[in-house]
Structure formats: C-alpha cells, structure tokens
C-alpha cells in the first residue's frame, strides 16, 4: 500500500519560515513534488524534484523563497519554506510520480497540512 504522510506545517507569521516533509512508504517514485490549495482557489502547483536530487522546478511564486530536497535512502522529500507571505496560506499536498513541470500529477497523495501565514 503506496502511502505519502505529509509534516511540519503551522502557523508563521510572514517572513517566517517552515520546513514541510513527505515520507513515502510503499514505494519510490521518480519524481515527486508539493501542490498547495488555497480557500477558494484551485490546486496548484509548488515545486518538484526528480529521484537524484539534481533537477528541480519551481513556480514562479515561490522562487528564491521555496527550496526543495529529497532524501532517497529515507524516501522522504522536503519543502524548506522562508521569508513566507500571507498569500502562500494554503493547504500544502505532497504528490509522488508527478511531471517535473507541475503540468500533470501522479495518483499518490499525501493528506495534506495546514500552513498558515500571519501578515
């Protein structure tokens, strides 16, 4: 059974930092990646990183703020989040098998964390 158990999400207030982590048990993926969803707002996407750790992809949004890594011997990817903004207040998913664009998801997701940022 193929899981993705998100952690480290919270409350900061705005120019804080977080550092959200995605355990993958089951199975290793290729790629895998983070989508957050804001009140009202679609899905979209964060940032992803391919198996070796040396391709990443960012949205626009968040570069130079967001870094992501992966640790493949513990299956576990990271988002280090810093000088956070309200606007990044969202509900923060881990996706495993993703296109490194962000342009289309795989079928394994974790249940999500709260991040909330205070201005």
């Known amino acids: 059974q193929v899981q993705l158990t998100e952690s480290g999400g919270g409350l900061v207030q705005a120019g804080g930092s977080l550092r959200l982590s995605c355990a993958a048990s089951g199975r290793s993926f290729n790629n895998m990646g983070w989508f957050r969803q804001a009140p009202g707002k679609e899905r979209e996407f964060v940032a992803a990183?391919?198996?070796?750790?040396?391709?990443?992809n960012y949205a626009d949004s968040v570069k130079g703020r967001f870094t992501i890594s992966r640790d493949s011997a513990k299956n576990t990817v990271y988002l280090q989040m810093s000088n956070l903004k309200p606007e990044d207040t969202a509900i923060y998913y881990c996706?495993?098998?993703?296109?490194?664009?962000?342009?289309?998801?795989?079928?394994?997701w974790g249940q999500g964390t709260q991040v909330t940022v205070s201005s």
């Open positions: 990183i391919e198996w070796n750790g040396l391709t990443t």
């Open positions: 996706n495993g098998g993703l296109v490194l664009s962000g342009s289309a998801t795989g079928r394994d």
